[in-house]
């Protein structure tokens, strides 16, 4: 069997994965909470055979007109699944943090400006000498490695914090997670190893598609198995958890009185003397409520 056959095989297996990954995706009723997920899976099963056409086309014609579409399709639809899959991160972090809501909050305000950063970062180290269309496919590779970063550091997050959140190993959102985070690996490896390299350039495609194949079957079982029932997340009120996301709560709600508080003079750290202003809101509160009748 040829190299090229042999891709070719692989592809069609991992569109057919990814096909049955996505009508159990849709089937289970996981696009209602990961909706960017839907979107990315509708990107890939469309754009999948469009490419297939495009790239056979080009092999067999070797004009510069088939090649030009080929490269007119495939770039925007990798730049278009790095943001889609940002976007998937951000309804990872949500779901995983949903009994937080403080948190979850302040999170997504921190997703927000990564992406801003990230954004500005991408376009001022790509080089614009030539026409957009040739700068293309280093912007996109750039934007890809910055949400390769953002997937690593979620998967690193949800491991960390999995215990705390109550998460269960077996729930998709770790399993989506833990996908990503395995892509964005090889993804890394892929663009390290070096063109003198001949052995690894050769084998490293088959390594890559393998890799991928393990992940969407992966994430086939994650759709077929049973979702476990998300046991709540039970804080002591004297938790660092607990007051962290009581003063992201406040931060975040509009129309909230702030009480300004000097700092005490046996204090070394401001978030201390934060806390003894949360500490006092939360019982001035909760002496209001038990008064009433």
């Not at 057919?16 to 839907?38: D, I, N």
């Not at 297939?52 to 770039?75: D, P």
């Not at 700068?135 to 491991?159: G, T």
């Not at 690894?200 to 077929?224: F, G, I, R, S």
């Amino acid at each position: 069997m040829s190299s090229s056959l042999a891709m070719t095989v692989l592809g069609g297996v991992e569109f057919l994965l990814t096909v049955l990954f996505a009508g159990l995706f849709w089937k289970r009723g996981l696009h209602h909470r990961f909706r960017s997920m839907h979107w990315y899976l509708l990107l890939r099963v469309a754009a999948a055979p469009l490419l297939f056409l495009l790239l056979a086309a080009t092999e067999r014609y070797h004009t510069l007109t088939w090649y030009i579409a080929y490269f007119s399709v495939y770039w925007p639809v990798y730049m278009g699944s790095a943001v889609l899959i940002y976007f998937v991160c951000l309804d990872i972090f949500r779901a995983a943090l949903a009994p937080l809501p403080g948190l979850t909050s302040f999170g997504v305000l921190l997703f927000r400006w990564v992406a801003v950063v990230s954004l500005i970062v991408c376009l001022s180290t790509t080089s614009f000498r030539h026409s957009f269309l040739i700068s293309l496919p280093e912007l996109a590779i750039r934007l890809m490695h910055a949400v390769s970063i953002l997937e690593l550091c979620l998967l690193a997050f949800l491991c960390l914090c999995m215990n705390a959140l109550r998460l269960s190993i077996r729930d998709v959102s770790f399993g989506l997670a833990l996908g990503f985070g395995v892509l964005s690996s090889v993804d890394f490896l892929q663009s390290s190893v070096s063109p003198k390299n001949a052995g690894l350039v050769d084998t490293l495609p088959y390594a890559v598609e393998a890799v991928t194949l393990l992940v969407l079957a992966m994430w086939t079982a994650y759709a077929v198995a049973p979702q476990p029932e998300r046991k709540p997340v039970v804080i002591p009120i004297n938790s660092a958890v607990y007051r962290w996301n009581e003063i992201a709560s406040a931060l975040g709600y509009t129309g909230t009185r702030v009480a300004v508080q000097q700092p005490s003079a046996n204090s070394g750290f401001f978030l201390a003397d934060v806390e003894q202003v949360v500490e006092k809101v939360l019982a001035r509160n909760l002496n209001e409520n038990e008064s009433k009748p």
